[in-house]
C-alpha cells in the first residue's frame, strides 16, 4: 500500500513561551519523510517571543493566549485545542501552570521536556541547583505532565556531565543540544503506544 494511503498523522500542539528552539526542532522533525505526527498549533502566552517567528516560517497556526485570568485563558486553549484537532500537546519551555481541570481534559495526552534529571531539580533554575550541590551530572526529562509539577511518568531521560568550572549558561547550553535529541524520540514513543 502506498505509504499515504490509511495513514493519518498525529496532531500536535506545541506551548511554548520563549526561544522555542525545541519547537523548531519539533517542527524540523514532523517535516521528515514517514513522520507519524504533524504540528497543527503553536499556544504561546506572550507575543514578543523568538519561538513564535517559526511559527510564521513554516505556516503553522498560532495562538496567543493572554494569561491574566487562568480560568479564562484555559477555557480559550481548550477551545483552540478542539478547534485544531489535536490529538496530543507538547509542552517546550511553557512558562505557566496548567490546572488540574486542563489536565483532566487532555488526561494522558500532554508531555513536557525539563532540563533536569527528574525526580531530581523539579521547578526553575534546575543546572544551577546541580552544579551547587556539587552533582556530577545534570541532563533532560521528557515525561508526562500530571496534577504535580514535573512529577509525571518518565518517557525517556538523558544525563550530561558537569564539567568543572561549568556554569548554568554553559551547561544549559549543552543540554540544549540533548533535548533536542532526546523529545522527537520521546514523541514517538508516545505516539506508538497511542
Ligand atoms: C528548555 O531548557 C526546556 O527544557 C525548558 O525550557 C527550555 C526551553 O527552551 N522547559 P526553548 O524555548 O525550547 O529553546
Redesign the pocket.
Given at each position: 500500500m502506498p505509504k499515504s494511503i490509511g495513514f493519518k498523522k498525529i496532531n500536535v500542539a506545541v506551548f511554548?513561551?520563549?526561544?522555542?528552539?525545541?519547537?523548531?526542532?519539533l517542527i524540523k522533525y514532523s517535516l521528515k519523510e514517514n513522520s507519524k505526527f504533524k504540528i497543527g498549533l503553536v499556544i504561546s502566552n506572550k507575543s514578543n517571543i523568538?519561538?513564535l517567528n517559526y511559527a510564521k516560517k513554516f505556516k503553522i497556526e498560532k495562538k496567543i493566549i493572554n494569561y491574566f485570568n487562568i480560568k479564562k485563558a484555559e477555557k480559550d486553549v481548550l477551545n483552540q485545542l478542539k478547534k485544531n484537532k489535536i490529538d496530543l500537546v507538547c509542552?517546550?519551555?511553557?512558562?505557566k501552570i496548567l490546572s488540574i481541570n486542563f489536565i483532566k481534559n487532555f488526561n494522558g495526552k500532554i508531555i513536557?521536556?525539563?532540563?533536569s534529571l527528574l525526580p531530581k531539580y523539579k521547578g526553575l533554575n534546575t543546572h544551577q541547583r546541580a552544579i551547587d550541590n556539587k552533582e556530577k551530572y545534570s541532563g533532560?526529562t521528557v515525561h508526562y505532565v500530571n496534577s504535580k509539577i514535573d512529577s509525571g511518568k518518565i518517557i525517556l531521560q538523558k544525563k550530561v556531565k558537569i564539567l568543572k568550572n561549568d556554569t548554568s549558561k554553559r551547561l544549559?547550553r549543552r543540554?540544549?543540544k540533548y533535548?533536542h535529541l532526546i523529545y522527537p524520540k520521546a514523541l514517538n514513543k508516545v505516539l506508538s503506544n497511542l
Open positions: 511554548i513561551s520563549g526561544n522555542g528552539s525545541n519547537f523548531k526542532n523568538k519561538g509542552l517546550a519551555g511553557f512558562m513536557n521536556i525539563h532540563p533532560c544549559s543540554v540544549l533535548e
